[in-house]
């Protein structure tokens, strides 16, 4: 979770994605933009670790002897 601040007015906002794009020159969060119409600053990042990616790819199987087959037949053939 994020949370930012406004300078300006001093309301926070927790966001839990945020989208970045450059405006007048500085990169700025789009969601964090504030009521009073100045963009919030970062104060806190929570990080909770690395999410677990799983491929499901079909070439990628937990036995490593497939793809050694799977060659051994390219070449004989």
Do not use: H
């Not at 009073?36 to 104060?43: D, L, R, T, V």
């Not at 990042?45 to 051994?72: V, Y």
């Amino acid at each position: 979770m994020l949370k930012y601040q406004c300078n300006t007015c001093s309301k926070t906002r927790d966001l839990s994605k945020a989208t970045l794009e450059v405006v007048d020159g500085k990169v700025v969060t789009r969601e964090a933009l504030c009521e009073c119409g100045e963009y919030m600053k970062e104060i806190e990042k929570g990080f909770q670790g690395f999410p677990n990616l799983i491929r499901t790819e079909p070439s990628l199987s937990k036995k490593k002897d497939r793809m050694w087959k799977d060659t051994k037949e390219k070449f004989l053939n």
